[in-house]
Nanobody, 120 residues
Framework: QVQLVESGGGLVQPGWSLRLSCAASGSIFSIYDMGWYRQAPGKRRELVAAISSGGTTNYADSVKGRFTISRDNAKNTVYLQMSSLKPEDTAAYYC??????????????WGQGTQVTVSS
């Protein structure tokens, strides 16, 4: 079994920063792309940022220059550093990873979600 466990969400004021973490554990052979998605009430889930195993990053236009994704391959962990937060960043944030398990089966895995609320 493979699990993704997120942490770091919360309630912050506009302009503040927040850091999300997501650790993968279990029967992992290899982790490929990792990323963060978000879903606001009444909206579709959207990609926020992604990072390849080699460190290539990709960001949604709405977060470019404010959010930074990084990963620690030794810890099987991906981070999302969010700065200059805006009310429109309010959403449930989900970690995603493309993982090949020890049975050599490759698939998409998701975390349980962590709520980020930006409000004054």
């Amino acid at each position: 079994q493979v699990q993704l466990v997120e942490s770091g969400g919360g309630l912050v004021q506009p302009g503040w920063s927040l850091r999300l973490s997501c650790a993968a554990s279990g029967s992992i052979f290899s982790i490929y792309d990792m990323g963060w998605y978000r879903q606001a009430p009444g909206k579709r889930r959207e990609l926020v940022a992604a990072i390849s195993s080699g460190g290539t990053t990709n960001y949604a236009d709405s977060v470019k220059g404010r959010f930074t994704i990084s990963r620690d391959n030794a810890k099987n962990t991906v981070y999302l550093q969010m700065s200059s937060l805006k009310p429109e960043d309010t959403a449930a944030y989900y970690c995603h990873a493309d993982i090949q398990n020890t049975g050599f089966i490759r698939g998409d895995y998701w975390g349980q979600g962590t709520q980020v609320t930006v409000s004054s």
